[in-house]
């Protein structure tokens, strides 16, 4: 057989971990990505990675209990074998990652330094200050450039991956992609091609992401005939600060750190924060959740920033949520040793110093659960079967996908620090499950009949031929404003459906003006306009989908709230009846878990997504309400507990 | 990348760096220390003056040669590559205005006037060359090799003579003493003698300082020759030399000696009661 | 969810507009010419929301129609290298240039160039593959055996880890070498017939002419103060003592002063000196 090559697109820390993994076992890799690997969004995580780690164990924690927390924050919603493999990979990734020389923080003994993350009691999060997707990413960046300089990987830095190519038989056996550069557009055969191409948070217009997250890559790929998993599930951060251009993030680590989310308790108090005392500072994450604090997931923590400021109408300004951020207890020092990457963004960007007067900060659209649809293959003990080569790979066989694009690992909510957990971890775990597919091949994708690449070429000549010369008038970055408003209005904290309604109508319509957009540039060289134009109209099938997900989801699980079909708080004084408004609260959970524990599946025909749900496998960790511990919640943790240990109810 | 000769000298592009920036130091800024030195002792009188001279040139046949090799060469090495490394940069402080942009411009400027200011300044007063024809046929009739060894300060007063001089000298001992001072604190990053911000730092105020105190001396120096009384100095200077040539301490070279027109002056002063240690 | 925002209290008065003068090119060998942009005035607007403007209006203050600008950008935070320009004739990431902030510098016009080392792809696009490749050549990374799971990395002291993790931060972003009067451009053009690789291949031998620049000295640095990473120092050593090595650096220091991650890069360049002296001296005892 002709010499087998897999393309990778997309080198963020999936990306690069596969490719990284892929050489070492032998397998060259052709690497696409839309911006010099170096740059991928993965450079923006800052708080943290994930592992059970020798300080925890001592106090109990076990690989189980991280992927209990795992399992727990994402609301049960994730198939649980791909997550439990995970969590027990995650040790050993911190370890290769020290290898690799992250320069984790260290203990004043020498050892890697940890943080507690929310959703969690354990401080398991490796931290490299307040960088560390970019200290990760650069790791296995140079590897990769090891690699590539060793001829084992051939980079395509500024191409736009434009369509997965089929055969026949519906096996993907390479791609197309375009020069950003010159507008050449070409193929890549591949025997398998790994999609690794982040998350979507520009669809949203302004979020906590970099510009290169368009979804653009996924919505090409479902365009293809991909399924996409649980689309509705997008996390809204709690600590944000505002820009013109983007949502810049205020990392979870800052409360990991000892950071402390208040309001004043007068509604729009002038006074300068450091100026209200102690008890008129209304500190209401501790106050609710006295067991995680200001450490609750990030779903919950932004939803009761919503209620605080909202309803309650405690909000730091008026006219839009916001609450403080205080840090001013803590030593500059220890906030420069282990912050100063945040904090300087913060002060360069609001002109303030965190590190004296508490920040002002504001939710965001910041990830996104759902992504590529992919599949697993369950092992004996619960976990994965390494080197299957269904782990990771979409419906379109030979198509795979991994990091922050499956859709596989967070459920309805994503703990902080478990992303850049799982991006490597599906990056490299995927490798050697791509070399069993490869070598299963029975011919090369460079000896298939070259008229296959050709004529994918052709379609996407086509279309950018098209674009460029069309005339409809419309502006396609006035387009992307107006989707990006109408999704933030209908699709981040709170939802109902009327407004997801009304906002999948807009889209809709905005989908069909996206279509006449006319170009100020319809030149040939770095052509920018064109890209973004083909990326926005990418960007309806995956916006679509959340919407109609959104919409046909009457529960609230996780990221995903609908006030319409909250569970109410228990109301009953008297311990009896207390009891028994548990015990329907309890009733009414189960219920509704049988109707809505299940993945969306979204896939796209004719412009409209098609909505259809599969099972959730959770034979590991059976569900369980979701309540942290919340402050006149115990009765209903209570009655749970003796549900569950009482034999019949465990069937 | 210019021009196709540049290959030899990129090639060993370290060496090279490391052997200018060496030069810089050993022997040329260590010579021109001593050198402002000696020349400041003018100060003193030209007795005194001319006692260190008379020093320097009881080297007799070896001097071309120590001149050459230990200062002339390496001298015109660092001005050569110099000039190559200056060409192989571009300056920007008109958009980067830092102080120590700044003083990487300057250490190009200055070493350029050096390379003027020295060229002028050893023919003005050496001639470069000792050779009989040489001096008859190009220097002097250029007005240049103004220097007579065994009439150290007097010649030397009468050199500098009018204003153009003067500030010629200021200016090239001015840009010289920065240019070395700067150029001790660069070294001292180019051999990681100071790597820290901290030690930079104070090594920058170090060579500042000193730098500063070589300033003082090289102007007293100027200042001294410009203010010489040359017929007194020439009184003192013969007395001199006709003693030491009487006690076999200086070889008797009439070239290297003032020649009037009318040739005069006996006057005995003593000047500084030293002794040479010539061989 | 946030709507526009809302900025500390800021007393002088701002303007309406904002004029922009854009140096632009349309491809590379092409020549420059200036365009001049007008946008309105927001809060809290940096130079990338300007550029948004700008590309979404594509018209001139004289109201020309023309081509969106094409410019670089990512993270939109100062972490990713991508948006690196000459703003108002120095050398900064677009992203963190806040308007107000250079309005204050110079009151009537915001001035924007591409960087002036790298070619000039389009407009305020440049190539900084040279970057990229000499990362390659300094062998920035750490020569692990493989991706095995091996146990933990060598334990560091934290004084050791703070020490390397600022230099761990370089970006590639490219202000360093543009800032640095000892860094030239070099722009390598294809000649007719021939491959990408016969013109990769040369553009490569052409960069490795050049100096390598205070970041790569300082990547080289980093990995040779790692346990395992020094296992290759003296590999690193040839290339910084080499053809546009570590000597050519005439320390303007003006690399440190326009670093967006405030790199103490003239410090490593002097550690580089001093691991070069002993590297060089080895080498004349050791054959
Ligand atoms: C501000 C911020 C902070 C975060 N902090 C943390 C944290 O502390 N801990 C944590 O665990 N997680 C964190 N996350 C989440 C985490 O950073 C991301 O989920 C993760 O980095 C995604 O990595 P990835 O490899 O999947 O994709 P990315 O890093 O986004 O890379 C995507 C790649 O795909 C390429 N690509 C995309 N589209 C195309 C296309 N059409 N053609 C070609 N190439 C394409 C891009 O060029 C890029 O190389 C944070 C996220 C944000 C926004
Ligand atoms: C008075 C005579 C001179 C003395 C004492 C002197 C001394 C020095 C010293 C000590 C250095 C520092 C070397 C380093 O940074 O490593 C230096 C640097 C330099 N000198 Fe000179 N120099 C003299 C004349 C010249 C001349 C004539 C030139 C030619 C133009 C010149 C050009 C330079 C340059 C360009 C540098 C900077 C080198 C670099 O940054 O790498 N110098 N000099
Ligand atoms: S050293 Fe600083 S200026 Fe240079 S490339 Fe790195 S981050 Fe940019
Ligand atoms: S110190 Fe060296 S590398 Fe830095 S700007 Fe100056 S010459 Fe360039
Ligand atoms: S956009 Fe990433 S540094 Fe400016």
Not at chain 1, 27 to 56: W, Y
Not at chain 1, 501 to 518: D, F, I, P, T
Request: charged letters at 20%; aromatic letters at 8%.
């Amino acid at each position: 057989m002709a010499e087998q090559r897999v393309v990778v697109v997309g080198g963020g820390l999936a990306g690069l971990a596969a490719t990284m993994k892929l050489t070492e076992l032998g397998t060259p890799v052709d690497l696409v990505s839309l911006t010099p690997v170096k740059r991928s969004h993965s450079v923006c995580a800052q708080g943290g990675i994930n592992s059970c780690n020798d300080q925890t164990r001592q106090l109990g924690d076990s690989e189980w209990k991280h992927f209990d927390d795992t399992v727990y924050g994402g609301d049960f919603l994730q198939n649980q074998p791909p997550v439990k493999e995970m969590a027990y990979w995650g040790p050993k990734i911190i370890d290769l990652m020290d290898r690799l020389g992250v320069t984790f923080n260290r203990t004043q003994e020498g050892f890697l330094d940890r943080r507690r993350f929310g959703g969690t009691l354990y401080k398991r999060t490796a931290f490299a200050g307040a960088t560390t997707g970019q200290q990760l990413l650069y790791a296995l960046d140079e590897q990769v450039r090891r690699r590539e300089a060793e001829g084992m990987v051939r980079k395509f830095e500024f191409w736009d991956f434009l369509s997965p190519i089929t055969d026949a038989s519906g096996r993907c056996v390479g791609i197309v992609a375009q020069d950003m550069v010159s507008m050449q557009i070409r193929s890549f055969p591949a025997d398998a091609v790994i999609v690794a191409s982040g998350g979507c948070g520009l669809l949203y217009g302004r979020s906590t992401m970099s510009v290169f997250c368009n979804g653009s890559a996924a919505s090409r790929c479902m365009q293809a005939g991909a399924k996409y998993g649980n689309p509705e599930f997008i996390q809204v951060h709690p600590t944000a600060i505002p820009g013109a251009d983007k949502l810049r993030l205020m990392s979870e680590s800052a409360r990991g750190e000892g950071g402390r989310v208040w309001v004043p308790r007068k509604a729009q108090d002038s006074r300068p924060p450091k100026s209200i005392p102690e008890s008129e500072r209304y500190y209401f994450l501790e106050e609710r959740y006295p067991k995680y604090g200001n450490l609750v997931p990030r779903d919950i923590a932004t939803r009761e920033i919503f209620n605080i400021c909202v309803n309650e109408g405690l909000s730091v300004e008026a006219g839009r949520m916001c609450v403080y951020l205080d840090l001013t207890h803590i030593q500059r020092t220890e906030l420069d040793r282990k912050l100063g990457g945040i904090l300087d963004i913060y002060e360069k960007f609001q002109g303030v110093d965190p590190r004296d007067v508490p920040m002002k900060i504001f939710p965001a659209v910041h990830y996104s659960m759902g992504g590529l649809w992919v599949g697993y293959s369950k092992s004996g003990d619960g976990g994965l079967v390494a080197g299957h080569p269904q782990n990771q790979m979409t419906n379109l066989p030979g198509l795979y996908a991994i990091g922050e694009c499956d859709y596989q690992y967070h459920g309805a909510n994503r703990l902080g620090a478990n992303s850049l957990l799982s991006c490597i971890f599906s990056g490299l775990f995927v490798a050697p499950c791509v070399r069993t597919w490869i070598q299963n091949q029975s011919k090369s994708a460079h000896e298939l009949p070259a008229s296959i690449m050709q004529n994918a070429i052709n379609a996407q000549e086509i279309r950018h031929k098209e674009l460029l010369g069309s005339t409809g008038g419309e502006n396609p970055y006035l387009i992307h404003q107006e989707l990006g408003d109408a999704l933030t209005r209908a699709a981040t904290v709170v939802r109902n459906n009327q407004q997801l309604e009304s906002a999948y109508e807009k889209v809709s319509e905005l989908q069909q003006r996206a279509k006449a957009c006319s170009l100020s540039d319809s030149g040939s060289w770095t052509n920018q306009n064109v890209i973004f134009t083909k990326a926005l109209q990418d960007m309806f099938p995956i916006a679509k989908s959340i919407l109609r997900g959104a919409q046909l989801r009457d529960e609230c699980r996780g990221a995903h709230f609908k006030p319409d079909f909250s569970m109410p708080s228990l109301s009953e004084e008297e311990p009896a009846a207390r009891r028994a408004e548990a015990e329907r609260w309890c009733d009414r959970f189960e219920e509704n878990n049988r109707r809505f524990l299940k993945s969306t599946i979204a896939t796209v025909s004719d412009e409209e997504p098609q909505i259809s749900y599969e099972d959730v496998d959770t034979s590991l960790i059976p569900p369980r309400p979701r309540l942290y511990g919340l402050v006149g919640a115990e009765v209903i943790e209570q009655v749970w507990k003796e549900r569950v240990t009482s034999p019949q109810t465990t069937a | 990348m210019n021009a196709t000769n540049a290959n030899f000298l990129t090639r060993h592009d370290f060496l090279i760096r490391r052997l200018h920036s060496l030069t810089g130091l050993v022997p040329v800024g260590c010579y021109m220390v001593v050198h402002l030195l000696v020349n400041s002792s003018l100060m003193n009188g030209p007795g005194a003056f001319q006692t260190n001279v008379n020093q320097i040139h009881s080297l007799g046949r070896a001097l071309p040669l120590v001149e050459w090799l230990f200062i002339f060469l390496p001298l015109i090495f660092h001005a050569v590559i110099g000039v190559w490394i200056i060409r192989s940069g571009k300056t920007n402080t008109d958009q980067y205005r830092y102080l120590n942009n700044w003083r990487y411009t300057l250490q190009r400027w200055t070493g350029v006037v050096a390379i003027i200011f020295i060229f002028f300044h050893v023919f003005h007063l050496h001639g470069w060359f000792h050779g009989e024809w040489w001096l008859e046929n190009v220097a002097r009739p250029w007005g240049m090799a103004n220097f007579k060894p065994y009439n150290a300060a007097s010649t030397l007063a009468t050199a500098l003579q009018g204003f153009l001089w003067p500030i010629f000298y200021f200016v090239g001992i001015v840009c010289c003493v920065f240019h070395l001072a700067n150029g001790i604190w660069t070294m001292g990053i180019t051999w990681g003698v100071w790597t820290s911000d901290r030690a930079q730092k104070g090594a920058s105020i170090v060579c500042c300082i000193g730098g500063i105190g070589l300033l003082i001396v090289g102007l007293s120096a100027l200042s001294a020759a410009i203010t010489t009384d040359v017929q007194q100095a020439r009184n003192v200077e013969d007395a001199m030399y006709k003693l030491r040539v009487d006690t076999g301490e200086i070889v008797d070279n009439p070239e290297k000696r003032y020649h009037a027109p009318e040739s005069l002056g006996d006057s005995t002063e003593e000047a500084s009661p030293d002794e040479d240690v010539s061989e | 969810m946030s709507s526009p925002t809302h900025a500390e209290p800021v007393v002088h008065a701002r303007p309406h507009k904002i004029n922009v003068r854009i140096l632009r090119q349309d491809g590379p060998g092409q020549p420059s010419y200036w365009e001049r942009h007008q946008v309105d005035y927001e809060e809290n607007m940096n130079i990338i929301s300007v550029l948004q403007r700008i590309a979404s209006q594509a018209m001139t203050v004289e109201g020309k129609k023309v081509t969106p600008v094409a410019w670089d950008c990512g993270c939109l935070e100062e972490v990713c290298g991508a948006c690196t320009m000459v703003i108002n004739g120095r050398v900064r990431q677009s992203c963190s240039a806040l308007v107000d902030r250079l309005l204050k510098e110079h009151a009537t016009e915001i001035e924007l160039r591409p960087m002036s080392k790298f070619p000039v792809i389009r407009d305020l696009m440049v190539d900084r593959k040279r970057m990229f490749e000499t990362l390659k050549r300094v062998e920035a990374w750490v020569p692990v055996d493989g991706y095995d799971d091996m146990g933990p990395g060598p334990k560091l002291s934290r004084a050791q880890q703070e020490e390397n993790y600022p230099l761990s931060e370089c970006m590639t972003c490219g202000c360093c070498v543009e800032a640095c009067p000892q860094y030239t451009k070099i722009e390598v053009h294809r000649r007719p017939g021939e491959t990408d690789d016969q013109y990769d291949q040369r553009k490569r031998e052409t960069y490795a002419q050049g100096f390598v620049g205070a970041a790569a000295i300082s990547q080289a640095v980093l990995f040779n103060s790692h346990p395992t990473g020094a296992n290759i120092a003296n590999e690193r050593m040839a290339v910084l003592t080499g053809t546009g090595g570590v000597q050519d650096c005439g320390n303007a220091q003006n690399c440190v002063a326009v670093c967006p991650k405030k790199i103490p890069l003239t410090r490593s360049i002097a550690r580089a000196g001093r691991a070069a002296t002993l590297y060089a001296l080895k080498r004349i005892f050791d054959h």
